[in-house]
């Protein structure tokens, strides 16, 4: 199938007093059309910045996109400018953070915001009001006329990521990027907002990239998953044949660091040691130091392996891409 | 059952603060925590858990006389300990710790390790003088898996699961019988929560320690508690062993929370 979203070798660095900090080093995936990607790592893996990078958000000056491609929609996207961007960013693809609350503007009604997110792509101003108010009745506000005129702080969490969710889809986006959209709320509220997402996605057709580093959620939701680790990705697979059969070292350690009932009793997995520094990673692989399978061949850097059934992992041991079944 | 009193005994506990507002001055309360009543034993784990503004936290602020409570009774191995004051207050205060979610917030970022570690064996006036507790403040770091030459570090030169252990480390340094932890793995990343669960298993079974586990993490509590507590809106809507609760919880909102953890389906 045609991919929408296809990222190839990107690699985003930042200028520090450290020198350059490779945080992203060469990652590929892609997001078929109505089709879910996560993206799963722990914190400094470099996953939001693969994210930022796709709409140009990059922090500049310190941060800059190295080199890599990413085609949307067939069109290479790293070939606009900055403001050419801003035809996309809102329209075609749209994008969910953590914290609704950075987010939205607190000085402006929530009607006012997302009628502002359809009028700067050419929506006229009374059109745009009555799908505004459509469009906060979808995502479950309880009193959507209320709300129009409300401010930000006026909602709780939950509402103000329902918000969020709102002005992400007013434009009928074909991709959403959402960025741990559930991290900072209550599990029952991330449970409705997650279940909210999903439903307005079949509705829609579209795709999405979810960035998170809750394995619960991507279990639950993606149909592909694309573990990071160190700047890089370790390990894609479809999510059912990942979370069944992990086979990169560190996925591995993921899973079994998590606790459990049937752990009870048992020291769980942890991971030794510390992630390298992203100014001066390893020339070899880069997961090697935590490794408890390290061998000789892990001073050189392993690629990323394809097998014939289309997992990728980036390890030396044979095993990893062995056929089991 | 024994006859011997639970290590810690909180009964009909009530939090309550003013609200704000209220036609002509009316004065009205809101209740933060509302006739709570449980029982920890010596050596076991109870889990408290509920969403935010369950009223959890407060109850953990209240054991730690971090916060007036309202009305109800502690008991602290059969002894009351609200109102406490000078020496017996100082004395309980040494048995009960605490380790917080934040290790970024929770540790004087102008202190060494040292200094922080060594604090509250200063303040209880523990070993004769700084050289000891220096060397007690080493031993506690080992224990907790950091090396001798954290000591003279800074709290910021740590990662989050470091700074952890170096808050664990504090609170065992005055040789604690009872933690609250509140949330203490929330902000750390699933390989490094491992290592600090691990850590807290390990020294509850080397010291015999007591734990009050305030959470919202029910994997968590599956793996670690003995007991659990279900809170909402300042009550405890459903209380018993974490077995018995989570394969059979009986009120719909334990239901419910249990119903909206992501189950990683392996």
Redesign the interface.
């Given at each position: 199938m045609e991919k929408l979203l296809q990222v190839d070798d990107l690699r985003t660095w930042f200028r520090t007093s450290r020198g350059i900090v490779k945080a992203v080093d060469g990652v590929s995936f892609d997001v078929a059309p109505g089709k879910t990607r996560a993206i799963v790592g722990?914190?400094g893996c470099g996953k939001s910045i693969t994210a930022l990078s796709i709409l140009q958000l990059v922090p500049e000056p310190a941060g800059y996109i190295e080199s890599g491609k990413i085609h949307f929609g067939g069109e290479d996207i790293l070939e606009r400018s900055w403001t050419d961007m801003r035809g996309l960013r809102g329209r075609e693809i749209a994008m969910i953070f953590q914290e609704p609350m950075t987010s939205l503007n607190p000085t402006r009604t929530i009607g006012w915001q997302l009628s502002e997110a359809m009028t700067v792509h050419g929506k006229d101003a009374p059109v745009a009001r009555t799908r505004a108010l459509e469009l906060l009745e979808r995502v479950g506000l309880r009193d959507p006329n209320a709300a129009l005129r409300q401010y930000p702080h006026e909602l709780s969490g939950g509402m103000r990521q329902r918000v969020m969710i709102a002005i992400a889809l007013a434009n009928r986006p074909k991709l959403l990027i959402a960025d741990e959209p559930t991290t900072a709320l209550?599990?029952?509220?991330?449970?409705q907002i997650?279940s909210l997402i999903k439903e307005l996605q079949d509705e829609l057709g579209m795709a999405m990239l979810l960035i998170t580093?809750?394995?619960?959620?991507v279990?639950?939701v993606a149909h592909d998953v694309s573990v990071m680790y160190a700047g890089q990705v370790v390990e894609a697979a479809p999510t059912?044949d990942l979370?069944?059969d992990p086979r990169h070292p560190y996925t591995q350690?993921?899973?079994a660091?998590?606790?459990?009932?049937n752990?009870?009793g048992q020291?769980?997995?942890?991971?030794d040691g510390?992630v390298p520094d992203a100014a001066n990673w390893p020339t070899g692989c880069r997961f090697a130091e935590r490794c408890v399978h390290k061998m000789d061949a892990c001073s050189t850097a392993p690629q990323l392996r394809v097998s014939a059934s289309g997992r990728q992992v980036r390890c030396h041991l044979p095993s990893a891409l062995e056929v089991t079944k | 059952m024994s006859t011997t009193p639970p290590m810690l005994d909180v009964r009909h506990l009530v939090k309550q603060f003013p609200k704000r507002g209220g036609m002509f001055g009316k004065r009205e309360v809101f209740t933060a925590v509302d006739d709570v009543s449980f029982q920890v034993n010596r050596g076991t784990t109870l889990a408290l858990v509920g969403?935010?503004g369950s009223g959890k936290s407060t109850v953990g602020m209240m054991l730690l006389g971090l916060l007036e409570t309202t009305s109800g009774d502690v008991l602290y191995e059969g002894r009351p300990v609200i109102g406490l004051r000078g020496p017996e207050r100082l004395a309980l205060r040494r048995k009960l710790q605490v380790v917080f979610q934040d290790p970024f917030a929770s540790l004087n970022a102008r202190m060494t390790v040292a200094e922080l570690v060594m604090e509250g064996m200063r303040v209880h006036k523990m070993y004769a003088n700084d050289a000891e507790r220096r060397a007690r403040a080493e031993v506690l770091l080992g224990q907790v898996g950091m090396p001798a030459h954290a000591l003279d570090r800074y709290p910021h030169e740590f990662?989050?699961g470091q700074r952890q252990r170096i808050a664990i480390a504090r609170a065992l340094s005055v040789e604690p019988e009872f933690l609250v932890l509140d949330e203490p793995t929330s902000a750390l990343?699933?390989?490094?929560?491992?290592?600090v669960?691990?850590l807290l298993?390990r020294l509850q079974r080397e010291r015999g320690l007591t734990y009050l586990f305030v959470t919202?993490n029910?994997?968590?509590v599956?793996?670690?508690a003995d007991e659990v507590c279900v809170m909402e809106k300042g009550k405890i809507i459903e209380r018993g062993m974490v077995?018995d609760v989570?394969d059979h919880p009986q009120h719909a909102t334990t239901q419910?929370?249990l119903?909206?953890?992501?189950?990683?389906?392996?």
């Open positions: 722990e914190s209550d599990v029952t509220v991330q449970a997650m580093h809750d394995l619960g959620i279990s639950e059912r979370f069944h350690g993921l899973f660091s998590l606790p459990a009932r752990r009870r020291d769980l997995m942890t991971l510390i | 969403e935010s990662s989050g990343d699933v390989s490094v929560q491992s290592q669960l691990n298993r919202h029910l994997a968590v599956d793996y670690l077995e989570f419910r929370l119903a909206a953890v992501p189950k990683v389906e392996m």
